[in-house]
């Protein structure tokens, strides 16, 4: 992979990011997704963060070589510490993470979310945690997409700040509210699969010296409920 050819999921990321936006791509890592864009035309100026010394370097690298000093900037700093007030960044992207890190991301720079009319978020696991980090913070979800790619399903979720009071509620949060009005054939893939671990793991705390019960019923309450919900 390289910015002339993305993988499916930065594809799909790339896909929620407006004509002309200022980005900030956050854990950047060879700053394949903002050099796509910018090479594109797409984008108009981004900042690309990272705060692990050899991924900044890739970035550092894979900008130069491709003559993109003038539009992105590569910055060394941890979560949305990369972000100056100078930047103006309107459209912020976080993937590749934990649902649960992003959050933490989100919550620690909420300073720096200030004039931001976007956030495209792509959790590999926590999806729920980071859909209640955005309902807390009154960021309302304007699009969800699922993509299939090496045997993994990743959920990408855009969400902008929202001045209309709103919530979300325990099954949405879980499932994605927009992902449950579409469904489809990757969602049922997602969460049979989620079934099929979680029924390998009730199997083994069954087969314990002391079966841990809460655990037990909770787990099967869950299962149910995901089986109802395919239903």
Request: proline residues 5%.
């Amino acid at each position: 992979m390289d910015a002339q050819h993305l993988s499916q999921r930065l594809k799909q990321v790339a896909e929620f990011v407006p004509e002309n936006a200022r980005m900030a791509d956050i854990g950047s890592d060879h700053a394949y997704l903002p050099a796509s864009l910018a090479l594109k035309g797409k984008i108009s100026f981004a900042v690309a963060g990272e705060v692990v010394k050899g991924p900044y370097e890739n970035m550092v690298s894979e900008i130069h070589n491709n003559g993109l000093q003038d539009t992105i900037i590569p910055r060394f700093g941890n979560g949305l510490d990369a972000i100056e007030p100078a930047d103006k960044i309107d459209t912020v992207v976080i993937a590749g993470m934990g649902g649960s890190l992003i959050a933490d991301i989100l919550e620690r720079g909420k300073d720096r979310l200030q004039g931001v009319s976007r956030l495209v978020l792509q959790p590999n696991v926590g999806e729920y945690r980071l859909r209640t980090w955005l309902m807390h913070n009154r960021y309302q979800i304007m699009a969800e997409r699922l993509v299939e790619e090496d045997d993994h399903i990743y959920e990408i979720i855009v969400a902008e700040p929202s001045i209309v009071p709103f919530s979300y509620s325990d099954f949405e949060l879980t499932f994605g509210p927009l992902l449950l009005e579409k469904k489809g054939p990757v969602f049922e893939n997602k969460w049979k699969d989620y079934i099929s671990r979680q029924e390998r793991v009730l199997d083994q705390m069954a087969s314990a010296k002391q079966p841990p019960l809460d655990r037990i019923n909770d787990m099967k309450a869950r299962i149910q409920l995901v089986k109802e919900t395919l239903d």
